[in-house]
């Protein structure tokens, strides 16, 4: 879990995060380099490009909502494991293993 957390989820929304500001980019570039607003607004390129990168940020909303899901998953299993260790170091059985007589 915390493998694929750093090995695949950080790397590709790194990824996605760099596509879009090289679009925004490209953008600003279309926007400032043409005098004439009201024809580049109007320009099939420019809308290409915004909605691509519409539709990058929309999906990488969704992937940072599960990249902190994930998140939250590994601080969740680093806690129980820690909570275990003190327990067992301590002599006892954890809380869930006390009650269904589990070993």
Do not use: C, W
């Amino acid at each position: 879990m915390i493998l694929e957390y750093y090995q695949e989820s950080m790397p590709a929304i790194d990824e996605t995060e760099k596509y879009i500001n090289l679009r925004l980019g490209k953008i600003e570039e279309l926007v400032y380099q043409n005098k004439e607003k009201k024809k580049l607004l109007l320009d099939p390129v420019l809308k290409i490009s915004l909605d691509a990168v519409i539709q990058t940020a929309q999906n990488n909303q969704k992937n940072y909502a599960a990249i902190a899901k994930s998140a939250k998953e590994i601080i969740a299993e680093i806690n129980k494991e820690e909570n275990n260790y003190i327990l067992s170091r301590r002599g006892l059985q954890p809380f869930h293993q006390r009650f269904s007589g589990g070993a």
